[in-house]
Antibody, heavy 132, light 107 residues
Framework: EVHLVESGGGLVKSGGSLRLSCAASGITFTTYSLNWVRQAPGRGLEWVSSISSGSTYIYYADSVKGRFTISRDNAKNSVYLQMNSLRAEDTAVYFC?????????????????????????WGPGTTVTVSS | DIQMTQSPSSLSASVGDSVTITCRASQSISNYLNWYQQKPGKVPKALIYTASSLQTGVPSRFSGSGSGTDFTLTISSLQPEDFATYFC?????????FGGGTKVEIK
């Protein structure tokens, strides 16, 4: 069974930092691109950042660029989000979401467009609250 | 950035009704359009990818169509468990962007 489990959320003051972690099981982690998606209270979904299976491609939303850093450790089946200079508007539930990033056969691996198959694996989320 | 606009933002329907939700992209995204369902307090669930392909395990009463800029999600016979909020999301380019959501409520 596939599991993504986030941790590291909490209450932090404006300007502070947090590091979110997401541990995966039940998937071939090295074939998945991992993403962070957030949802502010009562609001819709906002994509935050993505990292490809081999960390070659990394993307950020403009709203977090320069403040957040995504990384992954394939040996630990984990992805991270380092969040610095936090603002009140960063308050949200942060979801880790996975999408197949490459398809591998005996002949090798073919990269897949980011989220081509949709974000089909989600963790339960971790709550980040930034107080002003 | 590609803007995704959903309509309506909410709708009321009865069990057994057919409902259609529309998603419009601010520029052509080919068929790189995904749909998600989210129930209150729950995690989003992927329903459809590439505009019309059902995720494994999704009931056949869900269907998606469209290409270019205009897309629809149709639920052919609404069931009690379908009352939820639905989001579209484009995967044509980064930043990945979501529509604002359509809340399907019980009439």
């Amino acid at each position: 069974e596939v599991h993504l489990v986030e941790s590291g959320g909490g209450l932090v003051k404006s300007g502070g930092s947090l590091r979110l972690s997401c541990a995966a099981s039940g998937i071939t982690f090295t074939t998945y691109s991992l993403n962070w998606v957030r949802q502010a209270p009562g609001r819709g979904l906002e994509w935050v950042s993505s990292i490809s299976s081999g960390s070659t491609y990394i993307y950020y939303a403009d709203s977090v660029k320069g403040r957040f850093t995504i990384s992954r450790d394939n040996a630990k089946n984990s992805v991270y989000l380092q969040m610095n200079s936090l603002r009140a508007e960063d308050t949200a539930v942060y979801f880790c979401a996975g999408t197949l990033g490459k398809q591998c056969t005996n002949g090798g691996c073919i990269p897949i467009r980011l989220a081509y198959y949709g974000l089909d694996v989600w963790g339960p989320g971790t709550t980040v609250t930034v107080s002003s | 950035d590609i803007q995704m606009t959903q309509s309506p933002s909410s709708l009321s329907a009865s069990v057994g009704d057919s409902v259609t939700i529309t998603c419009r992209a601010s520029q052509s995204i080919s068929n790189y359009l995904n749909w998600y369902q989210q129930k209150p307090g729950k995690v989003p669930k992927a329903l459809i990818y590439t505009a019309s392909s059902l995720q494994t395990g999704v009931p056949s009463r869900f269907s998606g169509s469209g290409s270019g800029t205009d897309f629809t999600l149709t639920i052919s016979s609404l069931q009690p468990e379908d009352f939820a909020t639905y989001f579209c999301q484009q995967s044509y380019s980064t930043p990945l962007t979501f529509g604002g959501g359509t809340k399907v409520e019980i009439k």
